[in-house]
């Protein structure tokens, strides 16, 4: 009897949560922006032990086993956490774990594996709807490469060679090699590396094949203005400053029209850079809190938000320089990757989060208020990076509407005076959807009310009845 009480209770007892706290997202067709999710192949996830010849994990420059087969047994988690597109690291043949120093453009380094097995990540990662590019370096190969100019530079701390982009036999050599990807194992496109000097014709040139072998494929430029989708640096430092810590308003972001744009790449870290973890450590704030933010902001804007391995724990190696460590995925924490998990789904299910319109609409302390539209939807993105709780008045929504809340339970109604309230508690950030106001479903709530009542009458004599056999 007791287990029959308590199931109908918590039956009861779910139905009023889903009255209160009903979860909406106006559905979307089709999302046009991505979310890249950068893997360095040789530190990530060691899949196949039968390609470990170089590996050396003693060795900070040496190989560390990673491979094509431990990102395919990684596709489902990052499937949840809504990446739309894994980006690779150069997995072409090179002297280094990094890639980056290329010795031959059409052929994969064994120790990430092998043609075969590229083939069947791309067909895994298109089973879940999900997109796989490659880094393509346009600027540096291997010393030895037969390209190779006579200037050096270096990278990583390690001699790697120039090539020179406006010579008609290195672009011919460039663009077959992009082909060669594209049409043998079926990518959806490139990180393409250039130095700030490349040619603008070869850059024309590269998008131009890309999309002639594959209409929908992706180009990211990075180190170059010139491109379809630009890698915005810029961003990525303004943001860090002022994302770092606490106190500091969001608002020059919003002043800079070039951060707004829908052809950006955004992010907050990447192969090149210091963890975004490191640097609120060392202003004394909790990573976790800052990533939170930092990713509403990136999921939020226009663009394309682009997040580097490791981010789920998040990584921090406590120095100033780029982190190339395996990533330690299995430290996860289960704080953030919620947080992610929620942006995805209301990211995925949102015309307006993916492809709607920008506006400001309010700065209160450092808390910043902006809002996307699409159509007939729209959503109002709060984030408040100030040290303290803040409120956010918003006018002109018309009457009997309401503001939900869709990354923290809340529900915003009308005041008297015709005003909507957002309040945020420090260091929080929220996505809201504007809808007609819902009110209170009397009808139901009625006849839980008889349900339960009845419930308890039905309780109470069979107590009474209860009693009187044992009394007999």
Do not use: C
Not at 426 to 446: H, K, M, Y
Request: hydrophobic share 40%.
């Amino acid at each position: 009897m007791k287990k029959t009480k308590y199931s109908i209770i918590s039956l009861i007892g779910l139905m009023i949560v889903t009255l209160f706290l009903p979860l909406h997202v106006t559905k979307a067709e089709e999302v046009r922006d991505e979310t890249i999710y950068y893997i360095l192949v040789d530190r990530f996830v060691n899949g196949d032990s039968s390609n470990d010849g170089e590996l050396n994990i003693e060795d900070s420059k040496a190989f560390h086993g990673g491979d094509l087969d431990g990102v395919m047994e990684k596709i489902p988690d990052l499937k949840k956490l809504g990446i739309t597109t894994i980006n690779l690291s150069p997995i072409m043949s090179t002297n280094a774990y990094h890639g980056f120093s290329t010795l031959d453009h059409q052929t994969i380094h064994k120790s990430f594996g092998s043609i075969v097995r590229l083939k069947q990540l791309v067909e895994q990662a298109h089973k879940e709807e999900m997109k796989v590019i490659l880094d393509f370096v346009a600027d540096n190969v291997a010393p030895n490469h037969p390209l190779a100019s006579d200037q050096d530079s270096t990278l990583f701390g390690e001699q790697v060679a120039t090539i020179d982009t406006r010579n008609e036999q290195v672009q011919q050599y460039l663009l077959e090699a992009a082909s060669y990807w594209l049409k043998e194992a079926n990518i959806d496109g490139f990180h393409l590396y250039l130095d700030g000097e490349a040619d603008e014709t070869f850059i024309q040139a590269f998008e131009h094949q890309v999309k002639e072998e594959k209409e929908n494929a992706i180009v990211l430029v990075d180190g170059a203005e010139e491109g379809n989708l630009v890698v915005n640096h810029e961003f990525q430092n303004e943001a860090v400053a002022l994302l770092k810590q606490a106190g500091t308003s969001l608002k020059p972001l919003f002043d800079e029209e070039d951060f707004l744009q829908s052809d950006q790449i955004l992010s907050m870290e990447t192969v090149f850079s210091n963890r975004f973890a490191f640097e609120s450590m060392q202003e004394e704030y909790h990573p976790v809190t800052r990533w939170k933010l930092a990713a509403t902001l990136l999921y939020a804007l226009p663009g394309s938000a682009f997040f580097y391995q490791g981010l789920e724990v998040p990584m921090d190696n406590g120095v100033a320089e780029h982190d190339h460590r395996m990533a330690e995925l299995n430290k996860k924490d289960e704080e953030i990757t919620q947080h992610l998990e929620k942006l995805a789904t209301i990211h995925r299910e949102s015309k307006a989060l993916s492809e709607g319109d920008m506006e400001f609409v309010e700065q209160v302390g450092e808390m910043t208020v902006f809002k996307r539209t699409y159509q007939d939807e729209t959503l109002y993105v709060a984030i408040n990076n100030d040290t303290q709780t803040q409120t956010a008045t918003i006018e002109n929504l018309g009457s009997n509407k309401q503001l939900k809340g869709l990354l923290e339970d809340n529900l915003i109604r009308e005041q008297e005076d015709g005003s909507y309230k957002i309040t945020l508690n420090r260091e929080t950030s929220n996505i809201f959807v504007l809808e007609e106001n819902t009110g209170l479903n009397w009808f139901f709530i009625a006849m839980m009310i008889v349900i339960f009542g009845g419930f308890v009458v039905f309780v109470i004599a069979l107590n009474r009845r209860a009693k009187k056999v044992s009394n007999k």
